[in-house]
């Protein structure tokens, strides 16, 4: 059993689940990220679930993807103002638009 609290989850067409990586660790944030959509893809199994790691200055992004779950992890690490308009773009698709089909 899984228990505890998420950083940020929002909700549109999908769900996007935002970590904030403590002590500046993204890989054990990305790790902690990727357990939450797990466990949210076995309360919500029909919706597509988007993750995203930050330490604010620096954002990575993974998706869960099928059955058997698979994680899929982007290797890109953004930076923040340099990269602002694509984060906002990948967080906005990630979202999506929930009056859209």
Do not use: H
């Amino acid at each position: 059993m899984l228990k505890g609290s998420l950083d940020y989850l929002l909700r549109g067409k999908n769900i996007l689940l935002v970590v904030e990586a403590k002590k500046d660790d993204l890989t054990r944030a990305f790790v902690q990220m990727a357990v939450e959509m797990i466990a949210l893809a076995q309360v919500e199994p029909q919706t597509q679930i988007c993750g995203a790691v930050t330490i604010g200055s620096i954002w990575q992004f993974g998706q869960i993807l099928g059955d058997p779950q698979t994680i899929r992890q982007d290797l890109t690490l953004y930076r923040v103002p340099e990269d602002l308009e694509s984060v906002a773009g990948i967080l906005t698709a990630m979202v999506g638009d929930p009056s859209q089909p």
